[in-house]
């Protein structure tokens, strides 16, 4: 009989978004004459499709695989050099320099920020804010590594900021948030690199959402904070900035900069070790979807996302109007395409999920399924079509009178 990983019995029976599926589903099966009026605004999955340029250079990848001359077998597991130096080039028009040999290609930030556990021993403190995305939490549970929380409240602006009682030695941080939306300052980054560096922690940085943000003086990356290349790691995708949430892209910066000591004293590079776990377990990005994603990247490319990511502001807007209308207090929904709001009526948040579909047919997602501190909020993603966004939010405002 084999010894199971019984750090499964203290996971979540289900997973947030399959226990939406699952209750939408019910729902349908009980009303389907109101099927067809379901509004999803839950599930943070994209609506426009993939920018002319993206379509190009994956026609042209696939076209070149009926060539022998220009057929491609397995590629590096790390990446192919010309889409790696496209990123570090996008980088650098941002104003921040990274060796593209500091950059790993993989198939989602979700991957990453959960395989990632992998290079840290189980005796780890394992340093998560609350609200949480669930990956960091559960990946490490899975791993049997303790997992302290920190506070995001109203009061912090959903920030939380280093506690020097906690000695932490790994800290998730998401900036732009999901599920809030809140964006840290450069000022407060600043903070956290220098925690982690007093305390020889390493920051594990999810910038997914960095192409929404737009207020000057709010950071994109991690690395426009002195001294972050010696204690972060950060998390990049296409998934939202060009809507590759069905063709699969992403990246990790791991700097040379991040070595430590083993317990024989020995010193251990992150880069190296990530380079090891991604050769051994990790075949590669199929080589048609990273020449789209080196397309994207190019100045061009960018610019085509930009009407994409345009037309998500617009649908933000038209949340965060309706919510501003009823008085509801929220946060997100200008740097970030997650708009975090209050239950109206004092109401928990999956009681608020079953009456916004009961009685609108409007689907979001529960703040409880973040943490206990979501248990009040409630999240709704501006990635619907301009019509639907406009239809739910009409729906809502008129359901609370």
Known sequence: MPKLNENYLHV???YLFAEIARRVKAYEESYPEKASRIIRLGIGDVTRPLTPRAVKALQEAAASQAVAETFKGYGPEQGYGFVREAIAAYYGRNGVQVDAG???????????TGNITELFARDNVILVPDPVYPVY???????GKEVVYMDGREENHFLPMPDESVKADIIYLCSPNNPTGACYSREQLKIWVDYALRNQAVILFDAAYEAFVTEPGLPRSIYE????????VEFGSLSKTAGFTGTRFSYTVVPGELT???SSGEEMSLRAMWNRRQSTKFNGTPYIVQCAAAAVFTEEGMEECQENLSYYRENARLITEALARKGIPFTGGVNSPYIWFQCPGGMQSWEFFDYLLENAQV???PGAGFGKNGRNYFRLTAFGTHEKTAEAMRRFEELLG
């Open 12 to 14: 979540k029976d289900s």
């Open 102 to 112: 500091d950059i790993f290609i993989s198939d989602g930030a979700k991957s990453d």
């Open 137 to 143: 939490v559960d990946t490490n549970t899975m791993d």
């Open 225 to 232: 904070v002195e001294g972050a290349r010696k204690c972060a």
């Open 260 to 262: 430590f000591c083993a």
């Open 363 to 365: 689907v979001g997602t």
